[in-house]
């Protein structure tokens, strides 16, 4: 007969298994929690009898049942749990938070939902309660009350993963893309739920980290693309690139940055192609005054391209001919734009630096319709509920299609009677060229 045991984030056992590692010292086998899965597969398989101590599950609430699920919600959650792990992939304002908790009703086993910000720690909180009739356990933002079904910061995950690796059959990650980073992956591992849902709209990242997901939560399991929904259940939509040029002395100064910084690059044989090369250059900018020179070219040349007035005057055109009814985002690159504009248009702008109350206070109004336009950084693009608006406004952005979607996601929410449009401005034969065609790549739109 096998023993197999949990201990701090570890598995221990006497009988070997596929994952675990002999140490010699303690004469056991040893593993990661997260291996537990596959552990106890393998047992079964072989017809190996086990002691199995692993998990001690908190107590499962009664809950109501989750109904009114769309046909596409229905189906992912039935492909997820044929295996009871892997990651559902649909579009932003498509209803992943629905299918989390059909999930843990299905299951009906302790659950822990992890989510990246505070924001969607209490949304989260709030959807348990108003959908499944259960005050559930909050940890995170100072709050450390754990319950049956208990919604956790990625953060606290980190800090909590010894106490609570054994106490939850299955873990939900919400935008399950943060999960590959070095500290949140690490806590994962210590977890022995055995029944993982990875939810998000772009599993991609840059750096290509997520290639531990299949590991850590299970491979993609279904995977809705926007352009499938649309019309249906989000609004019909439009995608437009609009182009603008320069100003005459931005033109100027953006060739002279960009010849200063093209001969440092020729000189050192670099081509900033790759994230690795770009690494290069700021490794360099940390050594000699000469790399420190052409990174701060980069840097100023970029700013100009992707904040060219010219682009202010453009959104100047386009908020000019919005209709009655019409509901404007304006998404920046960085936080000084979104401020430049909230003062040229007297529009309330959102940020990072946006006190909490304060923020919301803006959000209101803006759904109740006393603010048509509000102006946004990147705070917006994830884990904040943010009213319906039907035209967004891309001045700027990174060169990620994650943001892209996310950004567009914000105006998807159907509407009677009002087509959503995504209008992105792109500065012609500059960088923000490139940043957009990056972004847009394989984008079903």
């Known amino acids: 007969m096998a023993n197999l045991r949990y201990s701090k984030g570890l598995l221990i056992s006497d009988t070997y298994a596929p994952n675990l590692k002999w140490n010699e010292r303690g004469k056991i086998y040893i593993g990661y929690g997260k291996d537990y899965f596959d552990v106890m597969r393998y047992f079964n398989d072989s017809e190996i009898e086990v002691k199995d101590t692993v998990l001690d599950l908190l107590p499962f609430p009664q809950v109501k049942e989750i109904d009114n699920l769309r046909d596409y919600q229905r189906d992912a959650v039935e492909k997820w749990y044929a295996s009871k792990r892997g990651v559902v992939v649909l579009p932003t304002g498509a209803g992943k938070t629905l299918i989390g908790l059909k999930a843990i009703e299905k299951c009906r086993v302790a659950s822990i939902v992890v989510v990246p910000t505070v924001d969607l720690l209490y949304q989260w909180a709030k959807s348990v309660e108003e959908k499944m009739g259960v005050k559930p356990g909050i940890v995170g933002n100072g709050e450390n009350q754990v319950r049956g079904i208990t919604v956790i910061t990625y953060d606290s995950l980190?800090?909590?993963?010894?106490?609570?690796?054994?106490?939850?059959?299955?873990?939900?990650?919400?935008e399950v893309h943060h999960l590959p980073s070095e500290g949140?992956?690490?806590?994962?591992?210590?977890?022995a739920s055995p029944y993982r849902l990875g939810l998000t709209a772009t599993p991609e990242r840059e750096d290509g980290r997520h290639r531990l997901l299949p590991s850590l939560v299970g491979p993609?399991?279904?995977?809705?693309?926007?352009?499938?929904?649309?019309?249906?259940?989000?609004?019909?939509?439009?995608?437009k690139r609009i182009y603008v040029e320069l100003k005459e002395d931005e033109e100027e100064r953006y060739a002279e940055l960009r010849g200063k910084m093209s001969l440092y690059l020729k000189r050192k044989k670099l081509r900033l192609s790759s994230l690795k090369e770009f690494k290069r250059l700021v490794f360099l900018a940390s050594r000699e005054k000469e790399g420190r020179e052409a990174l701060l070219a980069w840097q100023?040349?970029?700013?100009?391209?992707?904040?060219?007035?010219?682009?202010?005057?453009k959104l100047r055109e386009i908020l000019g001919q919005t209709e009655d009814g019409d509901k404007v985002i304006v998404f920046t690159r960085d936080t000084f734009m979104a401020y430049d504009i909230s003062k040229e248009f007297l529009i309330p702008a959102v940020t990072y630096k946006t006190p909490k109350e304060e923020r919301e206070e803006i959000l209101r109004k803006f759904k109740d319709g006393e603010y048509k336009v509000i102006v946004t950084s990147s705070v917006l693009d994830e884990g904040v509920d943010v009213p319906d608006a039907n035209v967004a406004v891309l001045m700027a952005g990174y060169g990620t299609r994650r943001q892209f979607l996310q950004r567009l996601g914000r105006v998807l929410r159907k509407k009677e009677g009002k087509n959503a449009v995504l209008i992105e401005l792109v500065t012609k034969n500059t960088s923000d060229h490139g940043l957009s065609s990056r972004r847009r790549k394989n984008v079903p739109v």
């Open 158 to 174: 980190y800090t909590k993963a010894e106490e609570l690796g054994n106490k939850f059959g299955l873990m939900v990650f919400d």
């Open 184 to 191: 949140y992956s690490q806590a994962a591992m210590l977890f």
């Open 220 to 239: 993609v399991v279904f995977r809705l693309t926007v352009d499938k929904l649309k019309g249906k259940y989000v609004s019909d939509f439009e995608v």
């Open 300 to 313: 100023e040349a970029l700013r100009i391209a992707v904040n060219s007035r010219s682009k202010i005057d």
